[in-house]
């Protein structure tokens, strides 16, 4: 029986590397991602993810663990980025594909469709990528946190630290823009 994320982070807050080892290992690949949808570049989500999860452990002591563990990690993430950035950077390639080819990133083409369904939806999934690389970093945020995450208005709400109003209206800005640049593909 393995042991619940509250059970692992009571035990790190006590001082258990071994706990929030296994805390890491639950939601590295998440927060990889996640951080893609910030930084936008493979190179820098590694970095930022880890350095975060570093960060975290050095709070852990003040982490309440009747809340979730990934919208408190999300943003120390979040706000270690924008400190590390503030004179701000130009945007680099963002992709949805995973380095490596790790086949748990997008979806892929099930076994009963056909090759060109499959290479059709594969270039569509790029397209999509190169046209939310375009956006600025808080609408590709946001797109990835209700359509990647698939966390509810009120999780982005609490993740984000905003209203449930503002995540309404950014997600419907972020859905126009991206439908802006898609438009030729749709």
């Given at each position: 029986?393995?042991?619940?994320?509250?059970?692992?982070?009571?035990?790190?807050?006590?001082?258990?590397?071994?706990?929030?080892?296994?805390?890491?290992?639950?939601?590295?690949?998440?927060?990889?991602?996640?951080?893609?949808?910030?930084?936008?570049?493979?190179?820098?989500?590694?970095?930022?993810?880890?350095?975060?999860?570093?960060?975290?452990?050095?709070?852990?002591?003040?982490?309440?663990?009747?809340?979730?563990?990934?919208?408190?990690?999300?943003?120390?993430?979040?706000?270690?980025?924008?400190?590390?950035?503030?004179?701000?950077?130009?945007?680099?390639?963002?992709?949805?594909?995973?380095?490596?080819?790790?086949?748990?990133?997008?979806?892929?083409p099930s076994d009963d469709?056909?090759?060109?369904?499959?290479?059709?939806?594969?270039?569509?999934?790029?397209?999509?990528?190169?046209?939310?690389?375009?956006?600025?970093?808080?609408?590709?945020?946001?797109?990835?946190?209700?359509?990647?995450?698939?966390?509810?208005?009120?999780?982005?709400?609490?993740?984000?630290?905003?209203?449930?109003g503002t995540v309404m209206?950014?997600?419907?800005?972020?859905?126009?823009?991206?439908?802006?640049?898609?438009?030729?593909?749709?």
């Amino acid at each position: 029986m393995t042991p619940s994320d509250r059970e692992l982070l009571e035990s790190a807050k006590k001082g258990d590397k071994d706990a929030f080892g296994d805390v890491v290992r639950r939601y590295m690949k998440r927060a990889y991602y996640a951080a893609l949808a910030i930084c936008g570049n493979h190179s820098d989500a590694m970095d930022l993810s880890q350095e975060a999860f570093a960060r975290a452990y050095r709070g852990i002591r003040h982490f309440d663990t009747e809340r979730a563990f990934f919208p408190w990690y999300y943003r120390t993430m979040k706000n270690l980025w924008i400190n590390r950035h503030r004179r701000g950077r130009g945007l680099r390639f963002f992709s949805l594909s995973p380095p490596h080819g790790d086949k748990g990133a997008i979806d892929l083409p099930s076994d009963d469709e056909g090759p060109f369904q499959a290479a059709e939806k594969s270039e569509m999934a790029e397209v999509l990528a190169r046209k939310m690389a375009l956006l600025d970093t808080d609408k590709r945020e946001i797109l990835y946190l209700r359509h990647f995450e698939n966390l509810s208005y009120r999780r982005i709400a609490e993740t984000l630290e905003i209203p449930e109003g503002t995540v309404m209206s950014r997600l419907f800005a972020a859905r126009a823009a991206l439908r802006n640049r898609m438009e030729k593909y749709l």
